[in-house]
């Protein structure tokens, strides 16, 4: 399953104060903790860490059909490669592994997370509203299984977790949106969906 | 500390993070953090500290890890409160 969390480092800045005492010990672990504060900027690895830790448990959340929690310990992130542009890295939830990858700039970091590694995603981030991202997932996919853009609903299921439907069935569910302060994103993986395409 | 007396605290501290602010008129016992009040999942940290810090109290992981309603934050204060 796919999970995705977009963060608006201006309005995170002024939102949080991830410095204020007890803050850190709450969300990260001691070695996240070391990866943070041995950083040259260590307002960025606090949110891609927290942005990681986010889309993780939405992935985890979808494939176990869990609860929400709150609970930040239990997603153990590990950055694997780390440029000034992105960064790829893994996440541990009660002995399952996923996958992420960002896509950091100075305006916003974007996380998408899959259980498969580097199965490919298709990412949109844009500055807007999340009608519009919603709209332009519909279009993509639409466009990518050759069908009507308007046959395809979105909805969510009891957890509250989104997916699209066709003709009153599943149609798409590894997708995931995300918003914060300016921006509004998808990941969608397209890899294998075939197989998880259900259709009547 | 009785119910009522822990939910007016708890409106205060919850103020200064909500986003939706038609749904904070109607804070009870049944309001929902997130879906409710659309507080921002980082300021539930914040949120954790200062009920910490009000109520003079530690809540470990496995408490903070249900504290979705104010229901919720309510019965973890009064158990933590008991057990000192």
Known sequence: MIGNDVIDLELAGSQSNWRRKGFLQKVFSPAEQEIITTSTDEDKLVWLLWSMKEAAYKAHQREFQLPRRLNWLMQECSILEMTSGNATGTIEIEGHLYSSSSEITSEYIHTSVEKIPASGFKNVILEGSSSAVKKLLITKVAEHFDVEPHELQLKKDAQGMPFLSRKECIFLDRFSFSGHGRFSAYSLSLINCETSVKQS | ?84
């Open chain 2, 1 to 84: 500390m009785e119910t009522k007396e822990i939910i007016y605290c708890l409106k205060k501290i919850v103020k200064p993070y909500v986003q939706n602010d038609l749904a904070f008129q109607d804070f009870g016992q049944d309001t929902d953090f997130i879906k409710d009040l659309e507080i921002n999942s980082a300021n539930l940290v914040d949120i954790v500290l200062d009920v910490e810090d009000e109520f003079n109290i530690a809540i470990d992981n496995d408490s903070m890890d249900n504290m979705l309603t104010v229901n919720d934050a309510v019965e973890i204060i009064k158990t933590k409160q008991k057990e000192q």
